[in-house]
């Protein structure tokens, strides 16, 4: 079994920057890829970006393509989000989640074994 901890959420200013953080433990790591999906109150949870075991493949949602950047660094078995130009639309919490499926089924949620508990991303206008 794997445990997933998301940090780094929080409230920021429209235009403004975020970073989030997954640490995995558990499980190893490094053969899987790794997601963020988010979920804003009354909607359904939905796919932000996602990459592959070694980070030499990533997928993005258009809504966020150019803005955000997704990374990981197998060594300390944590992936990123870097968010930047946040909207007041990003708000939600969002989630990182581990996948053994093929890269085609990525941006699917039931594709994924374990995710974390979340983090609350909140942009003011």
């Known amino acids: 079994q794997v445990q997933l901890v998301e940090s780094g959420g929080g409230l920021v200013q429209a235009g403004g920057s975020l970073r989030l953080s997954c640490a995995a433990s558990?499980?190893?790591?490094?053969?899987?890829?790794m997601g963020w999906f988010r979920q804003a109150p009354g909607k359904e949870r939905e796919f932000v970006s996602a990459?592959?075991?070694?980070?030499?493949?990533?997928y993005y949602a258009d809504s966020v393509k150019g803005r955000f950047t997704i990374s990981r660094d197998n060594a300390k078995n944590t992936v990123y989000l870097q968010m930047s130009s946040l909207k007041p639309e990003d708000t939600s919490v969002y989630y990182c989640?581990?996948?053994?499926?093929?890269?085609?089924?990525?941006?699917?949620?039931?594709?994924?074994?374990?995710w974390g508990q979340g983090t609350q991303v909140t942009v003011s206008s």
């Open positions: 989640a581990l996948t053994s499926a093929v890269w085609r089924v990525i941006t699917t949620e039931s594709s994924y074994d374990s």
């Open positions: 558990g499980r190893t790591f490094s053969s899987y890829a």
């Open positions: 990459i592959s075991w070694s980070g030499s493949s990533t």
